[in-house]
Nanobody, 123 residues
Framework: QVQLQESGPGLVKPSQTLSLTCTVSGGSITTNYYYWSWIRQPPGKGLEWIGYIAYSGSTYYSPSLKSRTSISRDTSKNQFTLQLSSVTPEDTAVYYC???????????????WGQGTQVTVSS
């Protein structure tokens, strides 16, 4: 059974960098062909996909967030990390990490999710 757990600060000041870590158990983040994503849900809005890091280590980001987003991994700890820079109150959301099954062309469907973590951007 794969489990994902988000961790990080629940409060970030405007203009700072939001940093969240997802710890994965029950499966390796380097196993073909899984894609490890970050997704968020602002209050009162739908899910917004942020980006992923693939089993190979390659990354892909949402065009609307690409300039502020970085996703990296620590294979020794089986973790992957989201960094979102220059945050504003509009980045306030519940942030989820999730695993997607896929192939060489990319992810197809999500099968495991973390429980989510609330991040509030406020001074």
């Amino acid at each position: 059974q794969v489990q994902l757990q988000e961790s990080g600060p629940g409060l970030v000041k405007p203009s700072q960098t939001l940093s969240l870590t997802c710890t994965v158990s029950g499966g390796s983040i380097t196993t073909n062909y899984y894609y490890w994503s970050w997704i968020r849900q602002p209050p009162g809005k739908g899910l917004e996909w942020i980006g992923y890091i693939a089993y190979s280590g390659s990354t892909y980001y949402s065009p609307s967030l690409k300039s502020r987003t970085s996703i990296s991994r620590d294979t020794s700890k089986n973790q992957f990390t989201l960094q979102l820079s220059s945050v504003t109150p509009e980045d306030t959301a519940v942030y989820y990490c999730a695993r997607a099954q896929g192939g060489l062309s990319g992810p197809h469907e999500y099968d495991y999710w973390g429980q989510g973590t609330q991040v509030t951007v406020s001074s």
